[in-house]
């Protein structure tokens, strides 16, 4: 076995000791005078420098006082002479916040006659920082790909879930289903090009580019697939990634949507949006959305739930209006006939529509479960094109059903 091969050993037995707490063990592979550098902000418990066998294991000794490790996995080894690079990510819970925090991470673990004399580690600093600050907004975090902002929601454990929302929303919409799936599911929202905070490309995007970002982050993120959920021109985006990109999309939700291009007698109806939008004073524009709501809501929803759809105004208020033009370019005015593509979707996919929904009708439900060949039609009744508005219960059965099974 040659020294680096013995290095890269030595540490394989530190991580393992580690993992199981066999801090005896530990102790026989530090040498007297080892250096602890874990660099960052001095607000994170673990931070700082240490030196001497006694300080280090204090340090880890009281590591399980301040985060639950959820997971800890190493991609590859590297070594030279004297020192072994260990690539790999972490995900812990900061017990202090109960907040969940992953980052990529390196480790950089010297070796002395067969001993580790030096440890180091490089993380994201600035995120465990947030994460144990309690006065930062940790639900919400932001991530530029591809030079563009996207904003977005992470919560819970397990296995991921994507969800994309449609036109005049956030991620905000999907929170009943998120309070019910993040006891079991890693739930992480997104929220559009030009919605929220999230930023868009002012020279203009594609429904085609947001796939790829959304791509970047699954595999950069080491999510594997995930299962997508996507309302409206979200469920368009889930279908091209899933067509285009079949192994990061493990099942697929669909929430009143199309794989048509738009009907070519609102076109002129959405072109008048557009400018309105772009022009309107707040209370026009509240106007605007009003009939938007009319048209994307049931009537009998609208009528018994004035004070919600008040604060989904509101909500359709707070964006960008220049954001919003550009993604109704994007989701409405430049959107494609995928028809083509969904009989190269495979994986298991749940279409779900209401009765009620003549933003895209039920007919267009019926084509995509028909070409999508394992697939399925659940038909919620007396509902519109916000399922997860106006039928937020029997929506949540039918994704909790298809999601366990």
Known sequence: MTNQDQNIKLVKEYLQALGSGDFDSIAEML???????????????????????????????????????????FKYYLSNENDVVAVGKFRHVVKSTGRIAGSNMVMIISVKTGKISRYEILEDSDLLNKAFD???????????????????????????????????MNHTIFESQIKLLEKAFRCISFNMPGHGESGYNKEGWTLDSLVDDLALFITENDLKSVTFVGQSFGGTVGMILAARYPELVKKLILLGTTSHEEFSDRIENWKGVRKNILTASPSELEEVFKKIQEKTKGKGWLENNQDEAKEERKLMLSHDVEGLAIAIDAAVLGRENITNILSTIKCPTTVVIGTDDTATPIELSYEIANKIPNSKLEIIQNAGHHLHIEAPEALSKIMIEFMNA
């Open 31 to 73: 040498t007297d005078d080892v250096i602890w550098n874990v660099a960052g902000s001095p607000n994170v418990s673990t931070v700082g420098l240490l030196k001497g066998k006694e300080q280090v294991l204090k340090w880890l000794l009281n590591f399980p006082e301040n985060f639950k490790p959820l997971e800890l996995t």
């Open 134 to 168: 309690p006065n930062y907004s940790w639900d919400i975090q932001k991530v530029k790909i591809n030079g563009h902002i996207y904003e977005y929601g992470d919560k819970g454990i397990g296995e991921p879930i994507l969800f994309a929302h449609g036109l005049f």
